[in-house]
């Protein structure tokens, strides 16, 4: 395996084993979750020869530039018309399947794994539709700065599969949508994804 793909391996690994360290609630938790951290960092020592405790401060280092984090939804719709929503276990409302980006992990290969994690259905990517800025939109105020991506997906294969966060899958014709959750999408996302069914040449919207 190409010495990028390990290292990108690597900061995967990283990456969970960060969120694993936040979120912990018990001892055993947290030291399986510092000793993959610690394994991350010995991986990337070996691909970068970057020294240990160099590469231990460039991760924990609070003065990085922050930037914006990325929400990524699969647009997907059936031969009725009808766009693919799911039920949020987080607020019992609807959404369009996805989720934060991952890193290592491309815009299109999120909205592929979200889409099956969340539904069971198999999909391919197709097409970028819209790239926003929450900020420019009314959802509820939110502590990050956000970035929505919505990526049209067309359903290949899998079947409906009951996830631990997704409490319902369902489709719904555009003058049929259920409460949605608005941290998540809003009315005006779903009018905009109908405007694509409807117009396959209609540009990428981005604000």
């Known amino acids: 395996m190409p010495s990028t793909q390990l290292l990108n391996i690597a900061k995967r690994l990283k990456t969970m084993s960060h969120l694993g360290l936040t ?27 970057h020294p240990l405790q160099a590469l231990a401060l460039y991760f924990n280092d ?3 530039y922050i930037t914006p984090k990325v929400d990524i939804r699969a647009v997907i719709f059936n031969e009725h018309k009808e766009i ?3 039920k949020e276990k987080a607020d019992g409302k609807w959404s369009l399947p996805g989720g934060w980006a991952d890193i290592g992990l491309s815009p299109t290969e999120i909205a592929v794994k979200e889409a099956l ?8 990517a197709k097409k970028l539709l819209a790239v926003l800025d929450k900020r420019c939109h009314p ?3 939110q502590l990050d700065y ?8 067309e359903i290949v294969g899998g079947a ?20 949605l959750s608005i941290d998540r999408v809003l009315p005006s996302h779903i009018d ?7 117009d396959a040449d209609k540009a990428a919207v981005v604000d």
């Open 62 to 64: 609070k003065k990085e």
């Open 117 to 124: 994690e969340e539904t069971g259905f198999t999909v391919e």
């Open 139 to 141: 959802h509820p105020p």
């Open 192 to 198: 905009l994804m109908f405007e694509y069914l409807n």
């Open 84 to 86: 693919l929503l799911v």
């Open 23 to 49: 979120y912990a609630n018990n001892d055993y938790d947290i030291e399986r979750y510092k000793e993959l951290e610690q394994i991350s960092l010995e991986m990337m020592h070996l691909l970068t020869e």
């Open 160 to 179: 409906y599969v009951q996830a631990f966060d997704i409490l319902e899958v369902a489709f719904f014709a555009q003058n049929a949508i259920p409460e």
């Open 146 to 153: 956000v970035y929505k991506i919505f990526i049209q997906c």
